[in-house]
């Protein structure tokens, strides 16, 4: 049995005594036959059990179970955010310059400065992202990329502005370059246009600027080529790493497959941002990582006060095993559907 199955075995029989199966004949039945086990207990109410457990009363943890709920089903209730965002420092090397919905960061380097994601339009992307690296001190002038992490409109909207006005080298998976190439504009308003085809990147690249490099993973299937980012992270002489989920939320075809792709993504980004020592979780929703919360916290944090973006691996890994559980658990709902009509 590989070390992942022994894990994910562990957690089911856990979990399965929680709700009323004795963990001690799992535990028996799980013996070299994981595959034919983890089948049987392939269950809805197993894997949110499970998942409620990992997550315990850790609120960065928790918010990931939003992933938990069935379509048409109300969220558990989430901490309050603040209602508005501003440009925030919050490494050495790291800003926020996102809203209240979509998180955009600045990565800054020896040679220049990398964006993360453009928010929804040209002006969110003037407003919030050009404009904000003025508030900190930054010159816009000196983005030389822009990533962008996945192909939906609230994160490439604002791109082709900054690429024009700034400049700046466009960055994306190929595979989602080649997914938009067929897309049509959206009709939303506030959303703004497919940007033009720039630097293609894939699973296992690196994007180097000056004396800094983030690793790309590829993470579908939020978009076909939804990709991750690990970061390296500076405060004083203190290193951390930051281990940036690119495809966040359900919101694709609901199919066995892709919900089991969903969860292979994580357990392959989770294996790297392990080996990678990752201890800041981040990602491109401030509701998903609590940014908003963590910033007002900064602003709060007094001398000597640790920083409050650095939640430690153990916190990281559990932010993803909920995530896995999550989409087992919305495919195990798929499989009872499909085993109900036969």
């Given at each position: 049995?590989?070390?992942?199955?022994?894990?994910?075995?562990?957690?089911?029989?856990?979990?399965?005594?929680a709700?009323?199966?004795?963990?001690?004949s799992?535990a028996?039945?799980?013996?070299g036959?994981?595959?034919?086990?983890?089948?049987?207990y392939?269950?809805v109410?197993?894997?949110?059990?499970?998942?409620?457990?990992?997550?315990?009363?850790?609120?960065?943890?928790?918010?990931?179970?939003?992933?938990c709920?069935?379509?048409?089903?109300?969220?558990?209730?989430?901490?309050?955010?603040?209602a508005?965002?501003?440009?925030?420092?919050?490494?050495?090397?790291?800003?926020?310059?996102?809203?209240?919905g979509?998180?955009?960061?600045a990565?800054?380097?020896?040679?220049?400065?990398?964006?993360?994601?453009?928010?929804?339009?040209?002006?969110?992307?003037?407003?919030?992202i050009?404009?904000?690296?003025?508030?900190?001190?930054?010159?816009?002038?000196?983005?030389?990329?822009?990533?962008?992490?996945?192909?939906h409109?609230?994160?490439?909207?604002?791109?082709?502005?900054?690429?024009?006005?700034?400049?700046?080298?466009?960055?994306?998976?190929?595979?989602?370059?080649?997914?938009?190439?067929?897309?049509?504009?959206?009709?939303?308003?506030?959303?703004?246009?497919?940007?033009?085809?720039?630097m293609?990147?894939?699973?296992?690249?690196?994007?180097t600027?000056?004396?800094?490099?983030?690793?790309?993973?590829?993470?579908?299937?939020?978009?076909?080529?939804?990709?991750?980012?690990?970061?390296?992270l500076?405060?004083?002489n203190?290193?951390?790493?930051?281990a940036?989920?690119?495809?966040?939320?359900?919101?694709?075809?609901?199919?066995e497959?892709?919900?089991?792709?969903?969860?292979?993504?994580?357990?392959?980004?989770?294996?790297?941002?392990?080996?990678?020592?990752?201890?800041?979780?981040?990602?491109?929703?401030?509701?998903?990582?609590n940014?908003?919360i963590?910033?007002?916290?900064?602003?709060?944090?007094?001398?000597?006060?640790?920083?409050?973006?650095?939640?430690?691996?153990?916190?990281?890994?559990?932010?993803?095993?909920?995530?896995q559980?999550?989409?087992?658990?919305?495919?195990?709902?798929?499989r009872?559907a499909?085993?109900?009509?036969?």
């Open positions: 049995m590989s070390v992942s199955d022994r894990t994910r075995t562990w957690r089911l029989a856990t979990a399965a005594l709700v009323g199966i004795g963990a001690g799992y028996d039945m799980a013996a036959q994981s595959a034919a086990v983890l089948a049987v392939d269950t109410d197993i894997h949110v059990a499970t998942a409620n457990r990992i997550a315990g009363n850790d609120a960065n943890v928790r918010a990931a179970l939003r992933l709920a069935l379509p048409g089903a109300a969220a558990g209730a989430q901490p309050a955010a603040a508005t965002a501003e440009p925030t420092k919050i490494f050495d090397n790291l800003y926020f310059i996102g809203v209240t979509v998180s955009a960061w990565v800054t380097t020896s040679a220049g400065i990398i964006v993360i994601d453009s928010l929804n339009n040209p002006r969110e992307a003037e407003t919030f050009e404009g904000g690296l003025r508030k900190l001190g930054l010159d816009p002038m000196q983005v030389k990329y822009v990533v962008i992490t996945h192909g409109a609230d994160h490439y909207g604002g791109a082709q502005y900054l690429a024009d006005k700034l400049k700046a080298q466009l960055v994306m998976s190929e595979t989602d370059w080649n997914f938009l190439s067929t897309a049509q504009r959206s009709t939303n308003p506030e959303r703004g246009p497919i940007p033009r085809r720039g293609s990147v894939k699973n296992g690249d690196k994007l600027l000056g004396d800094t490099t983030i690793e790309i993973v590829e993470t579908p299937p939020h978009t076909p080529g939804a990709i991750s980012l690990i970061i390296p500076k405060e004083g203190a290193r951390h790493v930051g940036l989920w690119g495809g966040i939320g359900f919101n694709f075809q609901r199919t497959q892709n919900f089991t792709t969903y969860s292979n993504s994580v357990g392959k980004f989770a294996e790297i941002a392990r080996a990678r020592n990752a201890d800041v979780p981040m990602a491109n929703h401030p509701n998903f990582d940014a908003l963590k910033i007002a916290a900064l602003k709060a944090r007094r001398a000597g006060q640790p920083n409050p973006f650095v939640l430690g691996g153990d916190v990281q890994r559990r932010i993803f095993d909920v995530q559980e999550c989409a087992l658990a919305q495919r195990a709902t798929l009872t499909a085993s109900a009509k036969k």
